[in-house]
């Protein structure tokens, strides 16, 4: 099939195992969410779809063919995570050049998408001057600079305040409607998942494997606090109680947040 294949027959730490019979496919362009109570290994999972963690029995294959080599990122690989992980002594610029093969040649690119995200007029200033919602949209940029085919993204819009998330969700939804990579987006809020994905995979605690695959039944474009979302989230909780409780307690414990 083309696009991603991921199955993991078995990841341990130590004597603990923490993801097990856990398989999904995914084609190319999709958006899938990744929901889970905490502590049930999606970053994990995500480590070792990005070949930082080649140490599990399993396979992650795109098109039929190794996703990475010898524990090397695959080409075309973009990342974003909880924290911004931008570096103090570059400038806005230079944190999204630095994931270049030749920053120089692909300058332009970089002051492009800086532009789209509405970071045009502080591509010189340093990490420490920029808001942490202004954070968020550098490391986006630096995320799609690359051209990703696949993205992975870990709860990147964690502890937002709502007009701030928002607007990264839809910068984050041009983007991914321009470029159609394929997106895997780790998040613990069930209403985060349904605003964004085409599908949401529900991973059971650890050891986790996939619960269910949830293709969602809603049009585009979509709003988080819509009544469409909350009435899906309160129909899931209706059939699938005890398989989201652990979501639900979650969801509520990181609601709050960083303002723009
Ligand atoms: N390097 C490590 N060594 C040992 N145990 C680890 C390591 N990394 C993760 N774990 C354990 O593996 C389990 C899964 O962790 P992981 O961070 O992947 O979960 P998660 O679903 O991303 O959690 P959260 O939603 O809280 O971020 C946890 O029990 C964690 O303590």
Redesign the pocket.
Known sequence: MSGLNVRIDEKR??D?S?VRDLAFSAQNGEFLALV?P????????LNMISGLDTDFVGSVCWDDQPLYAAGQSPAHLGMMFQEPRLMPWLSTLDNVSLVLSDPHAERQRAIALLQEVGLGDVLEAWPSQLSGGMQRRVSLARAFVVAPRLLLMD?PFVSLDMPTGNRLRDLLLALWQRDRPLVLF?T?DLREALALADRVLFLSP?PSRVMLDYTVPLERPRRLEGTDIARLQEELFRQHPDLLSGVLA?QEAVAGGVKE
């Open positions: 730490f130590d603990v923490v889970g905490s502590g049930a290994g999606k970053s994990t999972l709860e780790v613990h650890s979650t």
